[in-house]
Structure formats: C-alpha cells, structure tokens
C-alpha cells in the first residue's frame, strides 16, 4: 500500500494505491490517518481510485478511521471507489453512513 497525502486547502486528500486488505495495508493506512489526526488535520478524503482490492479488514480499517475523526471533531469522506468497494459498503449498510463521492471538487466543496 502506497499513501500520498497532499492537501487542498484545509482538506488532506489520501490518495491510496494498492490492495487494501488484511495486514500491512489497512495497518499503515490507520497509522497515516492517527498521525494526521495528532496534527490536528481532521477533514480527511481518502481516494481509493487505485485501490483494485478491498475486504472486510480494509472496511473495519475505514470505518474505524471515520470514527476516530468523528470523535476528534473531524471528518473522512470516500472518493472513487470501485463498483465491488461500493457494493461491499451498500451490503453492510455503511453507504447510508459515510459520504461517498465520485468527483474531487464535490467532495472537496461538501467540507
């Protein structure tokens, strides 16, 4: 997993690319996020566009990072996701629960 942060305005973007899953993905991707958060960066958008593969540890990783920013006062939002991530998330129900964009401007303006 690779994890290029940048910002745009008072947004982080996290632009991840590789799988994430069980193990070193999902691990250094919660690490990327609680630092940020320590740094007080807490509007958070992670762009899975080259994000091919994502099982329930790379969910469980998401939805713990949106609910350590929500309790820091912050918010993560979810941009290009692929259509197995969208339709893993619309099973679990998490759709209704984290905001999901297609395009970076909207996402962008919806902080």
């Given at each position: 997993m690779e994890i290029n942060v940048r910002t745009a305005g008072d947004v982080t973007v996290l632009d991840l690319k590789g799988n994430l899953t069980l193990g070193a993905g999902e691990q250094k991707m919660r690490e990327v996020i609680d630092e940020l958060l320590a740094r007080g960066r807490t509007k958070l958008l992670l762009n899975l566009a080259a994000v091919p593969v994502l099982?329930?540890?790379?969910?469980?990783?998401?939805?713990?990072?949106?609910?350590?920013?929500?309790?820091?006062?912050?918010?993560?939002?979810?941009?290009?996701?692929?259509?197995?991530?969208?339709?893993?998330?619309?099973?679990?129900?998490?759709?209704?629960?984290?905001?999901?964009?297609?395009?970076?401007?909207?996402?962008?303006?919806?902080?």
């Open positions: 099982d329930s540890s790379g969910i469980g990783a998401i939805i713990k990072s949106f609910t350590t920013a929500k309790k820091d006062g912050g918010k993560l939002k979810l941009l290009n996701l692929s259509r197995l991530a969208r339709q893993l998330l619309s099973i679990t129900g998490l759709l209704s629960v984290l905001e999901v964009f297609d395009d970076e401007a909207s996402a962008l303006a919806s902080f």
